[in-house]
C-alpha cells in the first residue's frame, strides 16, 4: 500500500476547502448586493408596491446566503411594515443569530434622519435659523 505524503494531502485538502469558499463568497457578496438594492428602494413614505418589491430582493438574498443578517434584519422590518407580524417576528429571530451591523446599531430605513423642511424653508416653529 502505497502511502501519501501528508504535506500533500494537506494541501489537497486545502485546497479544496478554498474551491468550496470561493462560490460561498460569490453568492454572499451578490445577497449584500441585493440587501442596498432593497435598501435603495424603500423610504419613510414607501407604498405596498415599493416595500413588497425591496421583500422580494430580500427573500433572494437570503436564498443566496442565509447567514446574511443585514438581510434578515431588514426583512423583518419590511415584513412588519407589511403588516406579517409573525414573518416579521422569525425574520427578526434569524437576524439574532448571525453578526449584523444593522441589528446592533438598531437601522432604521423607514425614519427620517433629519426632519422634512417645509415650504417655506423652515424646520417647524422651533428653527432657530432658516434658510433665505
Known amino acids: 500500500m502505497q502511502r501519501f505524503p501528508s504535506k500533500l494531502v494537506?494541501?489537497?485538502?486545502g485546497a479544496g476547502i478554498r474551491c468550496t469558499q470561493a462560490p460561498a463568497q460569490a453568492r454572499c457578496g451578490a445577497g449584500k448586493d441585493l440587501v442596498v438594492q432593497a435598501l435603495e428602494r424603500v423610504?419613510?413614505?414607501s407604498g405596498p408596491g415599493q416595500l413588497e418589491d425591496a421583500n422580494q430582493l430580500l427573500k433572494r438574498a437570503i436564498e443566496l446566503c442565509s447567514d446574511l443578517g443585514e438581510a434578515w434584519y431588514h426583512r423583518s422590518l419590511v415584513?412588519?411594515?407589511l403588516g406579517h407580524a409573525p414573518v416579521a417576528a422569525y425574520a427578526m429571530r434569524q437576524a439574532q443569530m448571525v453578526p449584523s451591523d444593522a441589528l446592533t446599531?438598531?437601522?432604521?430605513?423607514?425614519?427620517l434622519a433629519a426632519p422634512r423642511w417645509s415650504a417655506r424653508g423652515k424646520m417647524g416653529s422651533h428653527c432657530w435659523h432658516c434658510l433665505v
Open 10 to 13: 494537506l494541501s489537497l485538502l
Open 43 to 45: 423610504q419613510a413614505d
Open 79 to 81: 415584513e412588519s411594515k
Open 105 to 111: 446599531e438598531r437601522l432604521a430605513p423607514f425614519v
